[in-house]
Structure formats: C-alpha cells, structure tokens
C-alpha cells in the first residue's frame, strides 16, 4: 500500500493547474453528455412515459410503472460500475471513459426512435426497459471514470477544486434536458408534444455525442495509472481486492454521495410529478423551475469545491448535509404555496443545500480507495447510492399518495438522505488513504 501510496504523491507533484483544468474541462463535456441523457428520462418519465408506454386507467399505477423504469436503469448502474470500473484499473482510465460516452448517446438516441404501446403493444415498455438498463450499465462507468481521471491529473493539494467542475456536468445536463422539454412544450401543442415532439430532445443526444467523443479523445491519460503500468502494480483482480479490503469504504462512500444524487432525483422528477399531477401546475412551471435551480447550481458547486480545497471536502459533506436537512421542510412549504415564484424558489432552496456535499463527494470518494482500485471502488459507492436514489421517486409517489397527497413525506425523507450523508462526512476522513497534502 505504501509503495502505490508513494507512486500517487510522485505523479502528481509536477502536475500543473493549467494541465489539471484541461482535464477537469474534458471530464465536464463527458458528465454533461451522462447527465443530459440521463436526466432525459427523468423528465420524459414524469411528463411523457407514464402516457405513452404504460397503459393504465389510474394515473398514479401508470405513473408508478414509469417512475420504475427511471429506477430500473439505476439498479444497471452498480453492474457497469463494476464491470467499467475493472476495465478503467486494468487498461487505464482514458480508453474506458470512449467506452462508455458512445454507449450513452448511442442508447439514448434509440430511445428517441422507440415506437409507444399504443403502436407496437407490449414490446414498447419492454424494449424501454431493456434501453434504460443498456444505458443504466454505461453510466455506471461514466462519472467514476471521470471523477478518477480528474483527481489523479491534480494537484493533491487542490483535488476538491478540480473535481467540482465535473460535477457542473449535473446541472448543465439538467438545463439542457429540462430546457429541450421546455423548449418543445413551448412550440407543440399537446398533442404534438406527445406524438412526436419529446422525440426531439432525445435524437439530439446524437450530434451532441460526436462533440463530447471529439473533446474526450483529446484526454491524457492519468499519470497515476501510468505510474501504476511502469512499476507492475496494476491491480490484477479488482472487483475481489475491492470488495474483500475496503467493502466499508464503499459503505461510508455510498452514503456520502446518497444526498447529492438521491436528494436530486427528489426535488426534481418527483417535484415535476407533483407539481403537474396533484397540484395541478403547469409543466412548463416545473421544468422552468429545475432549470433555474440547476443554473444556481453551477456556483454552488464551484464554491463547494473551493471549501473543500480550504477547509476539506469531508466537512463540506457534513455541514452541507445538515443545511439541507434545515432546508427540507421549507423548501417543500413554498413548492405547496400555489404561487409561481415561490414555487421556483422552494426548489432552488432544496438543489442548492443538496448541492455543497455533491461538490465534495468525489473528492471524498477518490480518496477512499488506493489508486490500484480506485476506479472500480468509486464505481460501486458511487452506483450503489444511484441505485437506491432511482426508486426515491416512486417511493416518494408512493407514500405521497398514502398520506392524501400531502408533501410531508417527500420532506421526510429529504431530511432522512441529508443527515444519513452528514454522518459519512464525520466518518470518511478516518477511513481515507493518507496522500500528503490532501485535505480530506
């Protein structure tokens, strides 16, 4: 452990921030790319899919049904971490990360071709289901390859800095999905919009694909894995190392990163949900609302890494926890108001609290795990909490509809996933590997 520890700290001494910010610029284009795909079918789920795949007289079953397919393609993503994050710690981070963002367009660009129930029956929710786990498995080892790539091409003393930026990959994914949904609610009727036009946010993953493989290809390679390649210390057997030394590394990790995803999916494809279904806003309301919650996000996220270069990325997971805690039953009070503006500002409320431990979470995850198994481990932790946040919406649905569709549930259970990922904050930095000048 020792020696790999040694051969990390000597890569990543002459590092430059103009060669880490180049690398951190081509992991955002990447994450972008994941999360607008993505967060595409998070939005299409809510307003889209319950409609035209799922074929039910009561719209709370359809929009259950719909809400488990969004989960399905969750429970995918710790198998493509793991399957990735092996192939990322034996033949380098930077072939594995072309893998998987062709997998991803490729995917979400078919899903943007499929036929509805109403024309080809059962076989649309089926092949809907088989997409979403395709794509489910090459997410899984799209942002831990990226969050790997980005810190080991830091400098140690300001990893939390430059992995932050992958993390504005988020938001932008969410503004460009949300802002195409938007966008074509504005220009199509109703109809139209459901025939044909949510089509096109889909298809557009396409030509967004070949920018983000142009840019991605122009990617160095980590020098802590080439240090790793010289000197023979290339993990041999990743996925057994990984779960038999650090499965409580995954644990705390898992729980770190809950918040940031889970609490995401929460005050956006759930909000959405509610707000157009049982309050009986307009969509175009609620997409208005995740977009501007999203554009706060990017400074957030910014200033996140910033605390977490000065002060470490743990305490900014364990105080940006307990923030959106505090935050949660406010936030839901405004969304339930009825006017349009506090309705915007309840869910900016709750993205922004949410945000400060998802800016430090790869931080944290990185350095949980030795560089010989960091990219399968961070795939684990970092899936494994997705898996768990993709039902967070129909579990949301579901206890919202037993409590006469009332809100209190949804907050609960945001308060639940903010003081569960304050606790790993305390807990991570005891379980870190220890690189000198990294701040956990």
């Avoid at 198998?79 to 990735?84: D, E, K, N, S, T």
């Avoid at 195409?180 to 199509?188: A, I, K």
């Avoid at 889909?202 to 802590?224: G, H």
């Avoid at 406010?330 to 969304?335: H, Q």
Wanted: hydrophobic share 55%; proline share 4%.
């Amino acid at each position: 452990m020792s020696e790999t520890l040694n051969l990390e700290a000597g890569a990543t001494r002459q590092i430059t921030d103009k060669e880490a910010m180049k690398v951190s610029i081509g992991a955002l284009i990447g994450t972008a790319m994941e999360w607008y795909d993505f967060f595409l079918f998070s939005a299409a789920a809510a307003l889209v899919f319950n409609v035209q795949y799922f074929a039910n007289e009561n719209a709370t079953a359809a929009a259950l049904a719909s809400f488990a397919t969004f989960g399905v393609g969750l429970v995918a993503r710790p198998l493509g971490g793991m399957f990735f994050g092996a192939m990322g710690d034996k033949i380098g981070r930077r072939k594995t990360l072309m893998v998987t963002i062709v997998g991803i367009g490729a995917v979400t660009g078919l899903i943007g071709l499929l036929p509805t129930y109403a024309a080809i029956g059962i076989a649309a929710p089926v092949l809907l289901v088989l997409l979403r786990v395709a794509q489910g498995l090459f997410v899984g080892g799209e942002w831990s390859g990226a969050m790997t790539i980005v810190v080991e091409n830091a400098p140690l003393e300001r990893r939390a800095r430059y992995a932050a930026l992958p993390q504005i990959g988020s938001p932008i994914g969410t503004i460009l999905s949300s802002g195409g949904f938007f966008l074509m609610t504005l220009f199509f009727s109703q109809d139209s919009f459901n025939s044909f036009g949510w089509r096109i946010p889909f298809l557009a993953a396409i030509p967004m694909l070949l920018i983000a493989l142009y840019i991605r290809s122009r990617l160095e390679e980590s020098p802590v894995f080439a240090e790793l390649m010289e000197h023979d210390q290339v993990e041999k057997a990743p996925i057994r190392t990984t779960l038999r030394e650090s499965w409580k590394h995954i644990i705390i990790g898992m729980a770190a990163a809950l918040l940031g995803v889970g609490g995401f999916y929460l005050v956006t494809a759930f909000v959405v949900y509610y707000g157009v279904n049982i309050l009986g806003y307009s969509a175009q309301l609620m997409l208005l609302g995740g977009m501007i919650a999203a554009i706060v996000e990017i400074p957030v996220l910014i200033l996140g890494g910033r605390l977490g270069e000065r002060f470490g990325a743990s305490r900014v997971i364990l105080w940006g926890g307990i923030a959106s805690a505090l935050a949660a039953v406010p936030a839901f009070l405004l969304v339930d108001s009825g006017n349009a503006v506090l309705v915007v500002i309840g869910m900016v409320l709750a993205v922004a609290t949410l945000s400060f431990p998802y800016a430090a979470s790869g931080t944290v995850l990185t350095g949980l795990f030795p560089a010989r198994t960091r990219y399968t481990g961070v795939g684990f932790a970092q899936n494994t909490a997705g898996m768990l946040s993709g039902f967070i919406p129909l579990l949301a649905t579901g206890l919202v509809a037993s409590a006469g569709n009332h809100w209190w549930p949804a907050a609960v259970m945001l308060v639940f996933l903010s003081l569960f990922t304050a606790v790993a904050g305390a807990v991570a930095p005891r379980m870190s590997v220890n690189l000198p000048g990294f701040k956990h």
